[in-house]
């Protein structure tokens, strides 16, 4: 059992009005709306006490409680803006949903596979790690990201701001230190570093290591998603 200060309250944002997809977060995937992946494997969790579906939209409310959700949080359509930050919407949700909730778990919807088994070990994890201010989950980028450029008046500049020449940079990929990407498995914020810091994160973040996850932002991976079902 869970400790109370330990209680874990699990958050999937979805907005409406998508730009990439139209109503992205309720598209079909496989059968069934995209929110639904998210949802299903948070009311599967050992760990979550209680899972909040913070919208924008009667539409996407309905479809949540459709799929057993039933605490749903309005938020207004100035922070459901696609220039909208994750800090917006947490923030409404601490200062709008009065729980004894010490961490939050912000369950993207665009990253529909997860393994509830694994979502559970990150959470124990960062329970049993108190020192850390929060949790990104990442995976190893297939090629380092030393190898990756901007491209600066077409000329090509390293994104990392190493000094090295293109000759060097053209070095094989075992030369380099491993780089990480962050996904969107789940993120973990303590709610009390939230409120004291005004940010989500800090400088204790830790990282937390899942496999190479597949997330849905553009109609080519939904279309790849929708072909493919060997996740």
């Not at 599967?44 to 057993?68: C, H, L, M, Q, R």
């Not at 909730?101 to 790690?129: Q, S, Y």
């Not at 090295?164 to 940079?169: E, F, G, H």
């Amino acid at each position: 059992m869970i400790h109370k200060n330990n209680k874990i309250i699990a958050i999937i944002p979805a907005r409406s009005g998508s730009k990439s997809i139209k109503d992205k977060n309720i598209v079909d995937l496989r059968g069934k709306p995209l929110i639904a992946w998210s949802i299903e494997q948070c009311l599967k969790s050992k760990k979550i006490n209680e899972v909040y579906f913070s919208t924008d939209s009667k539409k996407y409310a309905s479809i949540a409680k459709k799929y057993g959700l039933k605490k749903i949080i309005y938020r207004p359509k100035s922070i459901s803006t696609d220039k909208s930050t994750d800090y917006e919407f947490i923030k409404h949700f601490i200062d709008n949903i009065d729980t004894d909730h010490e961490i939050i778990a912000h369950i993207r919807p665009t990253t529909p596979f997860r393994n509830v088994i694994l979502l559970d070990k990150i959470i124990e994890f960062f329970i049993k790690n108190k020192k850390y201010s929060s949790l990104r989950a990442i995976h190893e980028n297939p090629e380092t990201a030393y190898k990756s450029f901007e491209l600066k008046n077409k000329f090509l500049k390293p994104l990392i701001g190493v000094k090295k020449t293109m000759d060097q940079l053209n070095n094989p990929r075992q030369n380099f230190s491993k780089t990480y990407s962050a996904n969107g498995y789940i993120d973990l914020y303590r709610k009390e570093f939230i409120i004291k810091n005004k940010k989500l994160f800090g400088n204790k973040v830790i990282g937390y290591i899942t496999p190479l996850t597949m997330e849905i932002d553009s109609k080519a991976e939904l279309d790849y998603m929708n072909l493919n079902d060997n996740n």
